[in-house]
C-alpha cells in the first residue's frame, strides 16, 4: 500500500509538472508571436492608414487656428484704443468701423481725397510731401501713398477718391497729433529744366492749345499752337514745344 500510494504521488507530480511546462510552453509562444509583431515592419497599408489620419488631425488644427484668427482683431499700429463702436456679441458689418486707434507716435496716416481727374496718376508708392496747418508751410514732411480706395465716392456732386499716405517715421514728428489739417501734394512725375507758363495762358479751339503773343501793333496779339506737357502746382503747364524761354505771352485781355 505504501508502495501505490508513493507511485501514485509521483504520478500527480508528473502531471502537474508536465501541465506547468504545457502552460510556459504556451506564453512563450504568445511572447514570440508578440515580438514578431513589434519586430516585423510595418505594412504599406497600415502606414498609409496612420499618415491619412496624422493629416486628417493637421487639417484639423489648421482649421481651428483659422476660425481663432478670425476671433481676434490686431492693430496696424501702435497706440490707445479711444473708440469701441460694437458690443460683445455684436455682429460688425463689411467697412464699418470697429475700433478707433489713436496712434502713440511714429505710425501715422493721412486720409486725403484725389479728384477723379488726377487718380490716374497716383498708385501706391507715390512720393506724398506735406504741411500742417498748425506748424506752417515751412515744415515739410514726406511720405508715401499706401492705399488708393477703388470706389469713388461724392463730395459736394464731385467725384473724388479716398487714398492713405503713410508718414515716414524717421523724421521729427513733433508736436503732430490725430486730426490735425495736412495739405498733401503727390509727386506724379518729375521734370527739371522745363519751360512752365500759367495755365490760364493756354486756350484750345477745335482741339488745338495755343497761347497769344503780343504783336507790334498795341491791343493785338497773335496766337501760336503750343504743345503741352505735366500740369504742375500752382496752375502752371509744362511747354514742350511752340514757345522759348524769354517770350512775352498775353495772359488777360481787358476790353
Not at 107 to 118: G, L, R, T, V
Not at 157 to 171: L, R, T
Request: hydrophobic letters at 45%.
Amino acid at each position: 500500500n505504501a508502495l501505490a500510494t508513493a507511485v501514485a504521488a509521483r504520478d500527480r507530480a508528473e502531471a502537474t509538472a508536465s501541465s506547468a511546462v504545457a502552460s510556459r510552453t504556451a506564453d512563450l509562444a504568445r511572447a514570440n508571436a508578440a515580438l514578431a509583431n513589434v519586430v516585423v515592419a510595418p505594412r504599406d497599408v497600415d502606414v498609409a492608414s496612420l499618415r491619412a489620419s496624422i493629416s486628417a488631425a493637421q487639417a484639423d488644427l489648421a482649421g481651428a487656428v483659422a476660425r481663432l484668427q478670425k476671433t481676434q482683431i490686431v492693430a496696424p499700429i501702435d497706440g490707445i484704443v479711444t473708440a469701441i463702436a460694437v458690443d460683445l456679441g455684436e455682429s460688425a458689418s463689411a467697412g464699418q468701423t470697429a475700433i478707433t486707434i489713436l496712434s502713440s507716435g511714429q505710425q501715422f496716416e493721412i486720409a486725403m481725397n484725389i479728384p477723379e481727374a488726377d487718380v490716374s496718376k497716383a498708385s501706391v508708392g507715390t512720393v506724398a510731401r506735406f504741411t500742417f496747418d498748425a506748424f506752417g508751410e515751412d515744415r515739410i514732411l514726406n511720405g508715401a501713398v499706401s492705399r488708393v480706395d477703388p470706389a469713388q465716392k461724392l463730395i459736394d456732386g464731385v467725384v473724388v477718391y479716398e487714398a492713405k499716405v503713410s508718414v515716414d517715421s524717421n523724421q521729427d514728428l513733433t508736436g503732430i497729433k490725430p486730426g490735425m489739417t495736412a495739405n498733401v501734394t503727390l509727386e506724379t512725375a518729375t521734370r527739371e529744366g522745363v519751360l512752365l507758363v500759367p495755365s490760364r495762358a493756354i486756350f484750345q479751339k477745335n482741339g488745338t492749345k495755343f497761347v497769344r503773343l503780343p504783336t507790334a501793333v498795341a491791343g493785338t496779339y497773335e496766337e501760336r499752337e503750343v504743345t503741352t506737357g505735366l500740369r504742375g502746382d500752382g496752375g502752371r503747364v509744362e511747354i514742350l514745344s511752340g514757345l522759348g524761354e524769354g517770350e512775352t505771352i498775353v495772359l488777360t485781355i481787358r476790353s
